[in-house]
């Protein structure tokens, strides 16, 4: 059965091949969500290998939220510079040069990052700036002032009404108006048997992307067992929930509303219990 909106595993999505010369220094460099389907905005997930980095650059047209998944580094932006670990998540502005580089020396680093606005590289407006040099990393660490960057742990859980739906065991917002950001980033931690019941956001596209455990995702009549590395894009309007089918381990999720700077803001609408049979359904 063709699925009517396709999750996309990283593992079923080939690495693309940027130019080294342009500062993509990255090992794996995938972009799994874009205009292709459907979506105002480019989804990525890039693995860098220990000493490889990202060189500075800047995006001018667009925006960029970055969540780093695993690993540890340094990132900079503008003329500060961070030590970042998993967990850590930033807003850069449009026209802001950045980098990341990763300094471990036996370390994966994971980053799954979204393009706001751009539903390509190619849209970003990307321009190389330089190679990360000995005296970027050299540089003392200073607080990020320019856009957004915080911890997870540093940010409060949501007390989102169970009425409506929201049966996730922890919600948080790192980035949204509150933080200035037209777009909001979030993430959830689904502990067995936690469910996200069926809705749906009329004012906004979703994208999110499952960083570990197993679950079952409805969108529309889509009905698509989901597991660590799948993405999955929601136009604005699309009935979707998600189920940890788990008995033993959570499922953990990061996701953007695109364009909306809150929950209010996305047009929020529950839609009803996930039942059985959503349960027991398989699309493919």
Same mark, same amino acid.
């Given at each position: 059965?063709?699925?009517?909106?396709?999750?996309?595993?990283?593992?079923?999505?080939?690495?693309?091949?940027?130019?080294?010369?342009?500062?993509?220094?990255?090992?794996?460099?995938?972009?799994?969500?874009?205009?292709?389907?459907?979506?105002?905005?480019?989804?990525?997930?890039?693995?860098?290998?220990?000493?490889?980095?990202?060189?500075?650059?800047?995006?001018?047209?667009?925006?960029?939220?970055?969540?780093?998944?695993?690993?540890?580094?340094?990132?900079?932006?503008?003329?500060?510079?961070?030590?970042?670990?998993?967990?850590?998540?930033?807003?850069?502005?449009?026209?802001?040069?950045?980098?990341?580089?990763?300094?471990?020396?036996?370390?994966?680093?994971?980053?799954?990052?979204?393009?706001?606005?751009?539903?390509?590289?190619?849209?970003?407006?990307?321009?190389?700036?330089?190679?990360?040099?000995?005296?970027?990393?050299?540089?003392?660490?200073?607080?990020?002032?320019?856009?957004?960057?915080?911890?997870?742990?540093?940010?409060?859980?949501?007390?989102?009404?169970?009425?409506?739906?929201?049966?996730?065991?922890?919600?948080?917002?790192?980035?949204?108006?509150?933080?200035?950001?037209?777009?909001?980033?979030?993430?959830?931690?689904?502990?067995? =048997?936690?469910? /996200?019941?069926? *809705?749906?956001?009329?004012?906004? !596209?979703? +994208?999110?992307? &499952?960083?570990?455990?197993? @679950?079952?995702?409805?969108?529309?009549?889509?009905?698509?067992?989901?597991?660590?590395?799948?993405?999955?894009?929601?136009?604005? =309007?699309?009935? /979707?929930?998600? *189920?940890?089918?788990?008995?033993? !381990?959570? +499922?953990?999720? &990061?996701?953007?509303?695109? @364009?909306?700077?809150?929950?209010?803001?996305?047009?929020?609408?529950?839609?009803?219990?996930?039942?059985?049979?959503?349960?027991?359904?398989?699309?493919?």
């Amino acid at each position: 059965m063709t699925l009517e909106f396709p999750l996309i595993h990283i593992e079923d999505h080939p690495p693309v091949t940027m130019a080294s010369d342009e500062g993509w220094s990255i090992s794996e460099y995938r972009v799994p969500i874009t205009g292709r389907e459907g979506s105002s905005t480019a989804a990525y997930h890039s693995t860098f290998r220990p000493g490889s980095n990202h060189a500075k650059h800047v995006h001018n047209n667009c925006d960029e939220i970055a969540v780093y998944i695993s690993g540890q580094g340094v990132v900079g932006i503008g003329d500060e510079r961070a030590e970042v670990r998993a967990g850590h998540c930033r807003l850069v502005p449009k026209g802001e040069e950045h980098f990341f580089y990763n300094q471990s020396e036996d370390e994966e680093a994971v980053v799954v990052g979204f393009y706001l606005g751009a539903p390509d590289v190619a849209a970003t407006g990307y321009e190389f700036r330089g190679d990360v040099a000995d005296a970027d990393l050299a540089m003392p660490r200073t607080a990020i002032s320019k856009g957004v960057f915080t911890h997870m742990d540093d940010v409060k859980p949501e007390n989102m009404d169970e009425g409506d739906g929201w049966m996730i065991t922890d919600f948080r917002l790192p980035i949204g108006r509150h933080t200035g950001s037209d777009t909001t980033l979030f993430k959830a931690r689904f502990m067995p =048997g936690a469910v /996200h019941k069926k *809705h749906c956001h009329e004012n906004c !596209e979703e +994208i999110y992307y &499952i960083i570990s455990g197993h @679950g079952l995702a409805g969108a529309g009549d889509d009905r698509v067992e989901v597991r660590g590395g799948h993405f999955h894009y929601i136009p604005a =309007g699309v009935e /979707h929930w998600l *189920h940890n089918l788990s008995p033993t !381990e959570p +499922i953990e999720v &990061i996701g953007v509303y695109i @364009g909306a700077g809150s929950v209010a803001d996305t047009g929020y609408t529950y839609l009803g219990d996930v039942t059985q049979k959503d349960l027991q359904t398989r699309s493919v």
